[in-house]
């Protein structure tokens, strides 16, 4: 079992910077991969990004990658996405979510392979 809580969201400037942040509680954090998710008002729920067990696999959505950064320290049991250069669309909850991959480097993008979510955090963006 894994338990997430998410953090750091809020409200920031167009081109401004936020990271949040996701605490996981249980064993072996390194055995799942991580995801980031986020669902804007009236939209679908989209993928952000995901990096293996490892950390040493990244994806990105491909229209992010050049803003959003994905990292974690298993140290901690800690996942963050670093947001820079914020757009008013960027405006969603973000979830952070984890998927039991074992040792392998497998980075998930679709959200049914994610068995543990978060509650959320709200990111706005203002214009």
């Known amino acids: 079992q894994v338990q997430l809580v998410e953090s750091g969201g809020g409200l920031v400037q167009a081109g401004g910077s936020l990271r949040v942040s996701c605490a996981a509680s249980?064993?072996?954090?390194?055995?799942?991969?991580m995801g980031w998710f986020r669902r804007a008002p009236g939209k679908e729920r989209e993928f952000v990004a995901a990096?293996?067990?490892?950390?040493?696999?990244?994806h990105y959505a491909d229209s992010l990658k050049s803003r959003f950064t994905i990292s974690r320290d298993n140290a901690k049991n800690a996942v963050y996405l670093q947001m820079n250069s914020l757009k008013p669309e960027d405006t969603a909850i973000y979830y952070c979510?984890?998927?039991?991959?074992?040792?392998?480097?497998?980075?998930?993008?679709?959200?049914?392979?994610?068995?543990?979510w978060g509650q959320g955090t709200q990111v706005t963006v203002s214009s």
């Open positions: 979510a984890a998927a039991a991959v074992g040792s392998s480097n497998y980075v998930p993008m679709n959200p049914m392979t994610y068995g543990y």
């Open positions: 249980g064993r072996a954090f390194s055995a799942y991969a």
């Open positions: 990096t293996s067990g490892t950390g040493g696999v990244e």
